[in-house]
């Protein structure tokens, strides 16, 4: 799949696969999508990298990256960049795959209502309450600590297979 680049003036909304939060400055994101290969060396070592992700059946593991640009002049205050984007439909978010320099990363079990870190999330089974596995995490939220500056760029991604 190619890149897709949305800008949004004024008042900037940050938009992931659906899901919005707001920015106050000119922020621009680009999400890709990318299959992760395994390629075997001479040497029988397997290395990962990524592909573009035009052909993806069941099993495949791909990364979803968002990068961020402050397109605007005026710096985006510190904590206001927050990415939102849920675990895609048929697919399973992969153990501590998710990563953001300079952000916090919280996962939701309940389709994006309430957010804790991956070790304070718990689901009910069968009617206990256990905590919560990758498999359960249907949202990701990375809030960007630092200010964003003018033309600052950064990006976010976590991986996850195809069911």
């Known amino acids: 799949m190619s890149a897709k680049a949305m800008s949004l003036k004024f008042v900037a909304v940050l938009a992931c696969l659906g899901w919005i939060a707001p920015a106050f400055a000119d922020v621009r994101l680009t999400t890709t999508v990318q299959k992760m290969e395994r390629v075997a060396a001479p040497d029988g070592t397997v290395s990962s990298r990524l592909a573009p992700a035009e052909k993806v059946i069941p099993g495949d593991e791909v990364r979803y990256t968002i990068a961020f640009e402050n397109d605007g002049a005026k710096p985006v205050d510190a904590g206001t960049v927050v990415i939102t984007n849920p675990v895609p439909e048929n697919t399973q ?47 990701i939220r990375w809030t960007f600590g630092p200010a964003l500056a003018p033309a600052q760029k950064s990006y976010v991604s976590f991986n996850a297979r195809l069911q």
């Open 93 to 139: 978010y992969i153990a501590d795959s998710a990563f953001g320099s300079g952000t916090s990363i919280q996962f939701s079990v309940d389709g994006g209502k309430t957010f804790h870190a991956a070790n304070e999330l718990t689901v009910v089974r069968d009617g206990v309450e256990t905590p919560a596995t990758p498999a359960d995490y249907t949202t």
